[in-house]
């Protein structure tokens, strides 16, 4: 078989971000273009500034990384770009940029679910094992999903309200942190030895889904509270109750998950994957259970295209193709492609 090159592209939130893939598993070049600098200043994401910095960056990032990979277009087997979940106005600027690389280049288009996308990721660090059982937690998404083979899903478990990046990124501006905030509640978390008590939302017993906002309720209560009361809240302890109770149920949910449909490997997802807590957390559960677990780097867990790269690799060799009719789809659901 011929080598496949793929080149990614993902636009569906506040990274612009490109990528060629050799073979599903290999990164031939990956650029990220952040606006994490200029978000700072909104304290999170605005989608009319979201789309505008698409529509700078993604000619001259498209560019960059075919020369980072010394390719031209004629070697390229497919582009693959990111339909949806998103923001609508920034999913939009990489599909028009990848239907117009397309065309021009006569290349077939392949698109991608952004979260089939983060769990693909892992795919870059070592081949999956199957049955498996992947927690995928970000800014928009916190869910468990089972997969029995390449290209199924199965949403066994999500989040009722907020996602715990979201959660992360609310308590962290009750805290005076910038956006994002979860790599500061994490920095912070660990710099307390005891936490505040916060609640854990457990749900019904057999439950895998998940609800962070009765959590960040608490959070600002606790701080309102102690404003009040004219007291100073100590931000590290805030953070480790906070962070405590949002690993302690995420670990929980997900070894539970994984003994009941004996997956044979548990992989973490997502920005909030690239939490130390959390992957600490897990690394040990799974020691102890004895099922393999793997995290990837952790600039493959926030937004890249690599990752679309590598699950466009096998939607391609399963025949899956895109069209120039093409759309943004911000609710798109999680389908299996097999
Ligand atoms: O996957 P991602 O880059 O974008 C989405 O698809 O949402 O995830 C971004 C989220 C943000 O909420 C950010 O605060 C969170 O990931 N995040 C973290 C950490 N690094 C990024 N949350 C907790 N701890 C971290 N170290
Ligand atoms: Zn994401």
Known sequence: MNDQYILAIETSCDETAAAIILNGREIISNVVASQIESQKRFGGVVPEVASRHHVEQITMIIEETLEKANMQPSELTAVAVTEGPGLVGALLIGINAAKAFAFAHSLPLIPVHHIAGHIYANELVEPMQFPLLALVVSGGHTELVFMKEHGSFEVIGETRDDAAGEAYDKVARVLNMPYPGGPHIDRLAHEAEEGVEFPRAWLEENSYDFSFSGLKSAVINYKHNMDQRGEE?????????????????????????????????????????????????????????????????????TDNAAMIGAAAAHMYNAGVRGNLAMNGLPGKELKSWI
């Open 233 to 301: 809240i100590d931000p590290q302890k805030v953070a480790k109750g906070f962070q405590d109770s949002v690993v302690e149920v995420l670990t929980t949910k997900t070894l539970r998950a994984a003994r009941q449909y004996q997956v044979k490997q548990v992989i973490a997802a997502g920005g909030v994957s690239a939490n130390k807590g959390l992957r600490t957390s897990l690394e040990q559960a799974f020691e102890e259970a004895k099922i393999s677990f793997v995290v990837p780097p952790l600039k493959l867990c």
